[in-house]
């Protein structure tokens, strides 16, 4: 079997060893997670705890895609304008 050595954080350390079940090794707790499907009912109430409203979220995704859609158009832009020398 071929072993790889990882950099990982102290706190990713500690996250890693509290999701060890026994005598599970590292690579059995990543293997594991690897495996794992997500449903979306694991995601349930992930927000509610942020202190943010509905319709602050709202504005602040509105916002963002402005933003991004902003910057996409100044790029295309500057595309067009090299594209067409």
Do not use: W
């Not at 790889?4 to 293997?31: P, Q, R």
């Not at 942020?50 to 158009?73: A, F, H, P, W, Y």
């Amino acid at each position: 079997m071929t072993v790889k050595t990882i950099t990982i954080t102290e706190n990713a350390y500690n996250m890693l060893k509290g999701m060890k079940h026994g005598d599970e090794s590292f690579s059995e707790v990543i293997a594991r997670i690897g495996s794992e499907k997500k449903s979306i009912v694991d995601f349930l109430g992930l927000l509610k705890d942020s202190g943010e409203s509905v319709e602050e979220m709202q504005k602040r995704v509105k916002e963002t895609r402005k933003r991004i859609s902003e910057s996409i158009r100044k790029r295309h832009d500057r595309f067009r304008h090299f594209s067409s020398n």
